[in-house]
């Protein structure tokens, strides 16, 4: 279920899937050139149509449908070969101090949680990564 209201696309949760397996192909995924695409449509599928991206048979067809193998997707996601990698990327983030998602990082500064564009505008000039009023 979704709605728009003041311009932004909402949805009404009616459950949470578990991305691990999504975050595992989505490592494949970078490696043969498609990551952003592949990030993309699992971000739409999920937030806008509700998907249950925990089910590989619904992460194949998300791959197929943005030009990998669907066949190599499954054998990715069976025998879990990004599972280090999603693993390394999980630690670092422990590492880093982050336990919330979306966090934005820079220069040693970090915003947690979603934040309204002048919160993260202020991020990026107190980051030095833009000037003031650009």
């Known amino acids: 279920m979704w709605?728009?209201?003041?311009?932004?696309l909402l949805v009404t949760w009616i459950k949470t899937y578990n991305s691990r397996l999504?975050?595992?192909l989505g490592k494949w995924a970078e490696s043969e050139e498609k990551g952003e695409p592949f990030h993309k449509a699992v971000f739409?599928?999920?937030f806008v149509d509700g998907v249950n991206i925990a089910e590989i048979s619904n992460?194949?067809?998300?791959?197929?449908s943005v030009g990998l193998s669907g066949r190599e997707a499954q054998t990715v996601?069976?025998?879990r070969i990004?599972?280090?990698s999603v693993d390394s990327d999980w630690a670092r983030s422990r590492e880093m101090g982050i336990t919330a998602v979306p966090t934005?990082?820079?220069?040693?500064?970090a915003v947690v949680g979603a934040q309204t564009y002048g919160?993260?505008?202020?991020?990026?000039?107190?980051?030095s990564m833009i000037e003031s009023g650009a």
């Open 22 to 24: 999504a975050q595992e």
């Open 44 to 46: 739409h599928a999920y």
């Open 77 to 79: 996601l069976e025998k």
């Open 59 to 64: 992460l194949v067809k998300l791959a197929v």
């Open 3 to 8: 709605l728009v209201k003041n311009g932004c």
């Open 104 to 109: 934005f990082m820079m220069k040693r500064k």
């Open 82 to 84: 990004f599972r280090d």
């Open 119 to 127: 919160v993260l505008e202020q991020f990026l000039i107190e980051s």
